[in-house]
């Protein structure tokens, strides 16, 4: 590591088609690597956007290949090397300017050949320098007092007076403080000038009362930031009204973003690309050439406010088809047949394809004579009520399920009760009956038992006394 780029001399010896320093290249391992790159992110907070970029490329092509420096011309950074590494985002104006900046600055090492390109190498070395205040044995002029108190007002007031300088400041360079985060919010400075004098600042000068003081200041500031707000957002719709007038493609590129960010806020609008843009060129060109000439940002704001509904109304019968979720200018070019014949349609507008209940009631009600705030309104109303009214109702459903499941409960009790009555009848009424049978059996005559003879059968008893013999004849 401490043999990386020492002091190299502005020499250069070819090999190939490789321009080197010398000497030639150092063993280069991966904890050098880690270590440079580490240092490579300790430039950061002293170099732009575009010269750490710039840094990085070339650290990409030294160190990260195992080489202390390398040959690079411009069309490395430009455009690239295939299968090797990406090319800058970047002009070659900016690019010329960010290496003239680190060569000044002693970060980057540069050597240039004669006929082409240079070698870079990078200086790990390199140390910011820091500006140090001389040490003063002196002790502070407080105005002839050297007490705590007499400090603590210059500071104070030389706070204000650095406030007010602040303010004038603000008033000469603008403001960039707006409610729409896409506003430009940029001032004219020579217009500013006109009407902010120094005369106009002596209301916000020191006085005795600091706090009314800041409060001015405040105020000035405010009223200062609303005008730079009001002046910058008639600028802007005044460039949108020339731009929809010219209708030039860059025009309606921008207007179709602007359009997209009101519609759908949460959705960043892509640029067109190089296809898109000829595209709509030949669209307009249509448009333009009809003979009745008709006007294309109609027909691109109309395409935004209704996607869905489009979507709805012309690809959700198609299978095995998946639309975009937001306006896509390539999705339209495409299907601009189907586009153009929603546009043409009459009826498209008292079509309630892709609109929520609300919405369609709240059209229902517009067709009527209500304003859209009468409508939202009376439509917030009668879903409350409506509301109102199903809780009411499933209330009363309640209630009677309720009365109904214990009429049936009282009814099964009364049955149960029913069936217990009977039983305990019909217990009774089967006893009565075994004791009358019982005392039946008890009056019956007892029965005579016959005597029975040897062979066992009854020995029949003469009652008819004597009469004799009986003759046989």
Not at 62 to 85: D, M
Not at 191 to 200: C, G, I, Q, R, T
Not at 202 to 229: C, H, Q, S, Y
Request: proline share 5%.
């Amino acid at each position: 590591m401490e043999d990386l780029h020492e002091d190299q001399k502005n020499t250069s010896v070819k090999n190939k088609n490789v321009h080197l320093f010398s000497p030639k290249n150092a063993d280069i391992t991966a904890t050098v690597k880690f270590e440079t790159l580490n240092k490579l992110n300790r430039f950061m907070p002293h170099v732009s956007g575009n010269e750490f970029c710039v840094l990085h490329f070339i650290w990409s092509r030294t160190i990260y290949w195992g080489k202390s420096q390398e040959f690079i011309c411009a069309r490395h950074f430009l455009k690239g090397i295939p299968n090797v590494i990406e090319p800058l985002n970047s002009s070659s104006r900016s690019l010329s300017r960010s290496l003239s900046s680190l060569v000044e600055k002693g970060i980057l090492l540069r050597v240039h050949h004669e006929h082409s390109g240079s070698s870079y190498a990078i200086n790990f070395k390199w140390e910011p320098v820091i500006m140090k205040a001389p040490k003063s044995s002196k002790p502070k002029n407080t105005g002839g007092l050297k007490t705590p108190k007499r400090l603590a007002e210059k500071t104070e007031e030389n706070g204000v007076a650095k406030l007010a300088t602040g303010v004038a400041k603000l008033a000469r360079g603008g403001s960039q403080i707006g409610e729409h985060k896409y506003d430009n919010n940029k001032l004219d400075n020579n217009k500013y000038d006109k009407e902010v004098s120094a005369s106009a600042l002596t209301d916000i000068l020191p006085t005795k009362n600091k706090k009314e003081e800041v409060e001015k200041i405040k105020k000035a500031a405010e009223d200062f930031i609303g005008r730079a707000v009001i002046r910058s957002r008639e600028a802007r719709e005044r460039k949108l009204t020339k731009a929809a007038e010219r209708e030039t493609v860059a025009d309606l590129e921008r207007l179709w973003r602007e359009e997209i960010r009101i519609v759908h806020p949460d959705y960043p609008p892509p640029c067109w690309s190089a296809k898109e843009r000829g595209q709509m060129k030949n669209f307009r060109n249509d448009f333009h050439a009809e003979p009745e000439p008709k006007r294309v940002l109609p027909f691109l704001k109309f395409c935004i406010e209704n996607w869905n509904r489009i979507m709805t109304c012309r690809f959700r019968f198609r299978k095995n088809f998946s639309c975009p979720e937001f306006p896509d200018l390539g999705f339209i070019m495409a299907f601009k047949k189907d586009f153009l014949f929603v546009y043409g349609d009459e009826n498209f507008e008292s079509k309630n394809l892709g609109l929520t209940y609300f919405d369609q009631q709240v059209r229902a009600l517009k067709k009527r004579g209500y304003t859209t705030a009468q409508a939202e309104k009376a439509v917030r109303e009668r879903s409350a009520k409506k509301v109102d009214d199903t809780v009411e109702a499933e209330l009363k459903a309640l209630k009677e399920r309720v009365r109904y499941e214990c009429a049936e409960k009282e009814k099964k009790i009364q049955e149960v009760k029913q069936l217990e009555r009977e039983r305990a009848r019909e217990a009774a009424k089967r006893y009565k009956e075994k004791l009358k049978q019982q005392k039946l059996e008890e009056e019956k005559p007892p029965i005579q038992k016959r005597e029975l003879d040897a062979d066992g059968y009854p020995v029949f008893q003469d009652n008819f006394g004597p009469f004799g013999d009986f003759d046989d004849e």
